[in-house]
C-alpha cells in the first residue's frame, strides 16, 4: 500500500494566519492527491482534486500544490469555520489510502 | 442536489450478520462509482473497496477482502454494506461516498454508526 505521511498532526494559528500542511507520498502518485475537510461530527467534505484543482463552492483560500511524492495544502488566510481536520488521499495506487489527518485548531 | 443518504445506526451483537445500505438519489446512479470508507473512533479514514453500481464490478481493499461484501441494486439506486459475522473490532462509522471516477469522492453519506458489543 502506498503510505500518506502527513504533517503535522496538530497545528494551533491565529485567524487571518496563512497555514500549510504537508502530504507526502512513500511512491509516486503524479498528481493523484486529494483534500478533504471534516468537521467534527460530520462527514468529510472535498476541497482539493488533481492535487490543486477547487472543489466548486469551496473557498478560494484553500489551495493545493505538488507532484509526484510531495504535496502541499494551505489556507491563505485563517477563518475561524475553518477549525476542521484534513485528510490528504491518494488515488494512484490501489487501494486508496488516506494521510492520518492534521487536527486544526483557532490559537 | 446530489445525496447519498445511508441507513441508520446499528447495535450488534459479535457473531450476528448485517447489511448497512447507501441510497443515491438527484444524478445518474450509474453513471459514478460508489465507494465505502471506514473511520474508527478518533481514527483515520480507511477505504474499504468501490463498485460500479452499473455492471457490479467491485474492488475490495485486500484489508478488507472476504470480511466485508459491497454490492448494488442499480434499480433503486442503493449501495450496500455487509458482514456476515460482525467483531467486536467493526464498531465504527462507516461512510458511502459517489466518485466520478473511481479515485476522487465528491459527496459522502452522513455516515451510519456501528456498534458491535457483547
Known amino acids: 500500500d502506498i503510505q500518506m505521511t502527513q504533517s503535522p498532526s496538530s497545528l494551533s494559528a491565529s485567524v487571518g494566519d496563512r497555514v500549510t500542511i504537508t502530504c507526502q507520498a512513500s511512491?509516486?502518485?503524479?498528481?493523484?492527491l486529494n483534500w478533504y475537510q471534516q468537521k467534527p461530527g460530520k462527514a468529510p467534505n472535498l476541497l482539493i482534486y488533481?492535487?490543486?484543482s477547487l472543489e466548486t463552492g469551496v473557498p478560494s483560500r484553500f489551495s493545493g500544490s505538488g507532484s509526484g511524492t510531495d504535496f502541499t495544502f494551505t489556507i491563505s488566510s485563517l477563518q475561524p469555520e475553518d477549525i476542521a481536520t484534513y485528510y490528504c488521499?491518494?488515488?494512484?495506487?490501489?487501494?486508496?489510502?488516506f494521510g492520518q489527518g492534521t487536527n486544526l485548531e483557532i490559537k | 442536489e446530489v445525496q447519498l443518504v445511508q441507513s441508520g445506526a446499528e447495535v450488534k451483537k459479535p457473531g450476528e450478520s448485517l447489511k448497512i445500505s447507501c441510497e443515491g438519489s438527484?444524478?445518474?446512479?450509474?453513471?459514478?462509482?460508489i465507494a465505502w470508507v471506514r473511520q474508527m473512533p478518533g481514527k483515520v479514514l480507511e477505504w474499504m473497496g468501490i463498485?460500479?453500481?452499473?455492471?457490479?464490478?467491485?474492488r475490495y481493499n485486500p484489508s478488507f477482502q472476504g470480511q466485508v461484501t459491497i454490492s448494488a441494486d442499480k434499480s433503486i439506486s442503493t449501495s450496500y454494506l455487509q458482514w456476515s459475522s460482525l467483531k467486536a473490532s467493526d464498531t465504527a462509522m462507516y461512510y458511502c461516498?459517489?466518485?466520478?471516477?473511481?479515485?476522487?469522492?465528491?459527496?459522502w453519506g452522513q455516515g451510519s454508526l456501528l456498534t458491535v458489543s457483547s
Open positions: 438527484g444524478y445518474n446512479f450509474t453513471a459514478y462509482w
Open positions: 463498485i460500479n453500481p452499473g455492471n457490479s464490478h467491485t
Open positions: 488521499q491518494q488515488y494512484g495506487d490501489l487501494p486508496h489510502t
Open positions: 488533481d492535487t490543486s
Open positions: 461516498v459517489r466518485s466520478p471516477a473511481g479515485g476522487t469522492f465528491d459527496s
Open positions: 511512491q509516486d502518485i503524479s498528481n493523484y
